[in-house]
């Protein structure tokens, strides 16, 4: 390998000869985890024995081809959000795919494919500890020649982002969440300005000396303080809303501050610290340089943003359906049983509908109006419906993900929250069926009263047919329906952002059309309806979503529809009160099985989609599943009793 390598550094041009070494270093495809990698990597150094002529000659060959080609477009812009709109970066994508994108020779960013031309090269790069890039730079550059080769370019790579930051730090929507940047010295035009007299500094020559040196320990105090007020918009968002825009514009700038960030530390940091950086910008500049074209990345980070917007409030709307304490569960079960009322008549006005004789959009709309303006009186009356939580307690649980500390989540913290989620949960469903069922069945001895049943034989068997889970397919409409929970919580959460960042409540108190109102009317309207806008679209949503969605099939020529499990078990009680139907005791329990099966599908379905978006949006890469399971299933055999009834010294909390 010794001497093969050192022809090709004679007699190949720069690019190909570096190829090969890259090949040297690449492990095979069993050995791509840390280990491997890195054993892989030490033995590769080994061979290439440091101090021989191989070595001077890579070294050399090495600082020659950087000082050919330009670097600082790879600095500044590879793998670091562009200016352009989705739909603009979206039909330039598409045209690569037909026409891919000439890679200009004199540019690293686009000859850094040539390097590393294959797709899992990133994964393996990743890999690699710091100090076996230090053990790298040692062989290559023992006396820090390649330094040299590259700290001009990291120079004007840093004015370019300090001059980015300080423009998308001053944007009018930063701004108006945090009037401070005005207020005050602006932190971002701070360190624009420290940037320039530190580049001046460096670049000055004997017949232009330029700027007295600068103390580059000042550019990260001001690059911190940059870091915070992006800490505080953020905390800002849950009261004064966010665009999609303003969320791609702090993606934006936090990113070139992290970006920013490395570059003072290979400007400045010892040869340990640069080794790091290098082993976190290198495999993200591979990256992206080989999805450069892939559109699949670009939805992806898209939908991560909008992701973000959706779920925001849904994590603090979160805490409202988790209940710690005796005194919430209780009343978490009082208004589960009220919506248990209301569902009982809604399932009865739903089996009245299903019986007129109408056109297929005249059931659906029966159907949706009754779905949606019930579950809206459910929320005016401040009741709660058990399967409208898990996509907010996902949302929720997602947020306690977001903050480890030290890399490491407590995993006692979160199971504690994990139960507590399921105790509030398991009430809140058994609070609705509860009183579902014997308000269904009260309605349908009631309906008998009047010599006609509410259901004839033949529909009462259809209603028991459907919620037997062996012989129907009620476990996937429950997914359908789990779905459209999912759905909902994203509705929710994105009128919850809507009416903050529109400020709805201060329009709606000045709007000129309700100065009839008294200013204190308007007020209370603009207030109720800035904090329960989300709640009224999502369940308005939802239940046009539940009442087309069968119809929808039937016109599709597809099994869809929907099974609730709090309107079937108001199904199975008006099954029971039909005359002439036959009901062993071996069925009612199938049935009653097929019932509780619906309510887990429902359950998981939704809050598995809401936790996968939720931890999606906030980055979040939980790697514990196995050991957080572990500890639940430890709770569960040793206190069982604590996933269905609140310990009595557990501190208050609102619902």
Known sequence: MHSALLAAFRELPAPDALRLLVNDFRPTEHHIDAEGVNAHWEQTLARLQPGTELAQVVSRTVQDYLRTVKQVPLYTDSAVPGSEGFFTALSQRLGWKLLPPARHPDYLKDQLTTLFPRPQDSDWLMQVRAENWQALFDWLAPHGELRDAVQMPLLDALAVLACRIAAMGLEPDLVRIHPAIEEHSSPFLALNREVADYVRSHHATPTEPGAPPTDEKHLPVLAQQCHDVLLCVRRNISRTGVSISLTYLLERLEKHLQRLDDILVLLNGDRTAVGGALGRLLPCWVKAEVR????????????????????????????????????????????????????????????????????????????????????????????????????????????????????????????????????????????????????????????????????????????????????????????????????????????????????????????????????????????????????????????????????????????????????????????????????????????????????????????????????????????????????????????????????????????
């Not at 509860?434 to 069945?441: D, K, M, N, Y």
């Not at 949503?541 to 309107?567: A, E, K, N, Q, S």
């Open 292 to 655: 450069r074209g892939s559109v699949r990345a670009l939805v992806a980070a898209n939908t991560r943003l909008l992701s973000l917007r959706v779920t925001e409030h849904a994590g603090e709307t979160g805490d409202h359906y988790v209940t710690t304490n005796r005194d919430g569960f209780f009343r978490m079960l009082r208004s589960a049983m009220g919506a248990g009322v209301i569902i009982g008549v809604m399932a009865l006005l739903k089996l009245l509908a299903g019986g007129m004789q109408t056109s297929l959009f005249g059931h659906a709309l029966l159907y949706s109006l009754n779905y949606a303006l019930g579950f809206m009186l459910i929320h005016l009356l401040h009741f709660t419906i058990a399967t409208k939580q898990p996509a907010m307690t996902a949302a929720r649980l997602a947020a306690t993900l977001d903050h480890p500390v030290k890399g490491r989540h407590n995993l006692n913290e979160l199971a504690e929250l994990t139960v507590n989620i399921f105790r509030t949960q398991f009430i809140a469903v058994a609070g609705n069926m509860l009183v579902a069922f014997p308000v269904a069945a009260a309605l349908g001895w009631w309906w008998l009263q009047g010599g006609e049943p509410l259901a004839s034989p033949a529909k009462a068997q259809t209603l028991l047919t459907d919620l037997n889970p062996f012989h129907s397919l009620a476990l996937f409409h429950a997914a359908i329906a789990g779905v459209c929970l999912f759905l909902a919580g994203l509705i929710s959460g994105y009128h919850d952002n809507f009416a903050i960042y529109r400020q709805l409540a201060a329009r709606i108190e000045q709007h000129p059309g309700l100065q009839w109102l008294s200013g204190a009317r308007r007020q209370q309207l603009g207030h109720y309806l800035e904090h329960n806008l989300g709640a009224l679209a999502g369940n308005f949503y939802f239940g046009w979503m539940l009442g087309c969605i069968g119809t929808l099939g039937i016109i599709l020529g597809l099994p869809l529809d929907i099974r609730h499990v709090t309107f079937s078990t108001a199904n199975l009680a008006f099954a029971t009160w039909t005359p002439g139907l036959h009901l062993p005791l071996s069925v009612f329990l199938t049935c009653l099985l097929g019932v509780g099966l619906i309510g887990m599908v429902n359950v998981l379905v939704s809050f598995s989609l809401a936790l996968l978006v939720a931890m999606r949006a906030r980055g979040v890469r939980f790697l514990e599943w196995g050991a957080l399971t572990r500890l639940l299933w430890l709770r569960l055999v040793r206190r069982p009793r604590d996933f269905f009834w609140p310990p009595a010294d557990q501190a208050p909390k609102d619902m």
